[in-house]
């Protein structure tokens, strides 16, 4: 269906790999761009899920986490205001600032059947699988008395099964990530409820 469709699969220039965007400019931009208080939310939890996975699982450096991290945290940043335009503004917006390739092309293959990039590097195909996910954790966390307090992945899993709660959360689009992250569902759930949690 590609209903956002990007037309391409080359994102920013080769010439400026290593430009990392500061936390701060990121955090402008959201602040710019993004007016929905929830969407805000979503794009840190999936930021802090992309920094702790690049810290603790890929042993990455500070550099390496603060790429991942700032993918995460941008990579809805038009959806706000540009439901249409989503991904092709925050891709140009990058370009434009010439920041690194590996970023812009993570948030380019974000949602492989709307925007038609395939996911590559392992920083692409993470930020695909924590998406819907975190999204999903998040609104099961907020249907529980106790939130995030006691929660575990066999919770997580009972609702997933449930085909009505979260409806607009694509099930698919979890086991298909996951898959193409060589990641049990069940891992990336339990890293999620515990480094989500308070963010
Ligand atoms: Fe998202």
């Known amino acids: 269906m590609l209903t956002h469709d990007l037309g391409r699969q080359v994102f920013g220039n ?6 990392t ?35 603790e699982v890929e042993k990455l ?12 945290l941008l990579h809805d940043a038009d959806w706000d205001q540009w439901p249409d335009d989503h991904c ?19 948030i380019a293959s974000h949602g492989p059947r709307f ?12 930020l695909y699988a924590f998406d819907e996910l975190s999204g999903f954790i998040h609104a099961y966390s907020l249907m529980r008395p106790t939130g995030y307090e006691g929660m575990d ?5 009972k609702r997933l ?13 979890i086991a298909d990530a996951a898959q193409r992250a060589a990641r049990e569902v069940d891992e990336l759930i339990a890293f999620a409820i515990t480094h989500q949690a308070g963010v």
């Open 14 to 19: 080769p010439a400026n790999a290593g430009n």
């Open 21 to 55: 965007i500061s936390l701060q400019d990121a955090n402008q931009l959201l602040d710019d761009w993004v007016k929905n208080e929830s969407l805000k939310r979503h794009m840190r939890q999936v930021a802090a899920l992309m920094k702790a996975w690049a810290r």
């Open 88 to 106: 092709k503004r925050i891709v140009e917006e990058l370009e434009k600032r010439d920041i690194d390739p590996e970023i812009i092309h993570a």
């Open 115 to 126: 925007f038609g990039v395939e996911p590559v590097t392992t920083m692409d195909k993470m």
């Open 161 to 173: 099964k449930d085909k009505a709660f979260a409806a607009q959360v694509s099930r698919e689009d």
């Open 153 to 157: 992945v066999k919770g997580v899993r």
């Open 61 to 72: 450096d500070d550099v390496g986490q603060l790429k991942w991290e700032t993918a995460g």
